[in-house]
Nanobody
Framework: QVQLVESGGGLVQGGGSLRLSCTTS????????MGWYRQAPGKQRELVAS???????NYADSVKGRFTISRDNAKNTVDLQMNSLKPEDTAVYYC?????????WGQGTQVTVSS
């Protein structure tokens, strides 16, 4: 059974930092592209950052230079370091595992940035 469990969300003031972590099980983690997505109220879910099995990264333009995605293949985890947070970063953040068979999602973690 595949499980993705996010942690690290919360309330932070603008300009602050948060680190999200996603712990996975049930997948061959080292072979999978992992991603972080977010969905704000009334908006579509959007890609924030992704990291391939070879550790190539991709970022949304809105977070470039502020967010960093990383993975630990020994621990089967993927993290998202978020710095210089803005109120517009407020959203539910979801961990994603894109396997050959399926796309898997975590339950999401709320990030709220106050102005």
């Amino acid at each position: 059974q595949v499980q993705l469990v996010e942690s690290g969300g919360g309330l932070v003031q603008g300009g602050g930092s948060l680190r999200l972590s996603c712990t996975t099980s049930g997948i061959i983690f080292r072979r999978v592209t992992m991603g972080w997505y977010r969905q704000a109220p009334g908006k579509q879910r959007e890609l924030v950052a992704s990291i391939t099995s070879g550790s190539s990264t991709n970022y949304a333009d809105s977070v470039k230079g502020r967010f960093t995605i990383s993975r630990d293949n020994a621990k089967n985890t993927v993290d998202l370091q978020m710095n210089s947070l803005k109120p517009e970063d407020t959203a539910v953040y979801y961990c994603n595992a894109a396997t050959i068979v399926n796309n898997y999602w975590g339950q999401g973690t709320q990030v709220t940035v106050s102005s």
